[in-house]
């Protein structure tokens, strides 16, 4: 299983910019997906997640500003970023809850316990 994260860049203050994040592989489910940042001599934090219908959550900072949505058939997970500010510089990784899959003749059962997935992390670079 990977998460491959793309869209990040460099944007004036006041732009926007789209990430976007595909998971691949022997999926069974997906549960929880999400995003977090980094920002230089920070920790990690979270930005946004989405549960598997489409409820979601979001850090104090970016609501308003940001959307996260999801397309389960293509297993995909989008951060609309908008009004961007300098201090959303970081870089951006996803993540997403996964059972893998075993397939059978029958069709896919679960092959393991949940467990959580990252991407390599794309960088999203603010100026002012």
């Known amino acids: 299983v990977q998460l491959q994260a793309s869209g990040g860049g460099l944007v004036q203050t006041g732009g926007s910019l789209r990430l976007s994040c595909a998971a691949s592989?022997?999926?069974?489910?997906?549960?929880?997906m999400g995003w977090y940042r980094q920002a230089p001599g920070k920790q990690r934090e979270l930005v946004a997640t989405?549960?598997?219908?489409?409820?979601?959550s979001y850090a104090d900072s970016v609501k308003g500003r940001f959307i996260i949505s999801r397309d389960n058939a293509k297993k995909v997970v989008d951060l609309q970023m908008n009004s961007l500010k300098p201090e959303d510089t970081a870089v951006y990784y996803c993540?997403?809850?996964?059972?893998?899959?075993?397939?059978?003749?029958?069709?896919?059962?679960?092959?393991?316990?949940?467990?959580?997935?990252w991407g390599q992390g794309t960088l999203v670079t603010v100026s002012s």
């Open positions: 993540n997403a809850a996964i059972i893998e899959g075993q397939m059978y003749p029958f069709g896919m059962r679960p092959a393991g316990y949940e467990y959580d997935y």
């Open positions: 989405i549960g598997p219908v489409g409820r979601t």
């Open positions: 592989g022997s999926i069974f489910s997906i549960n929880d």
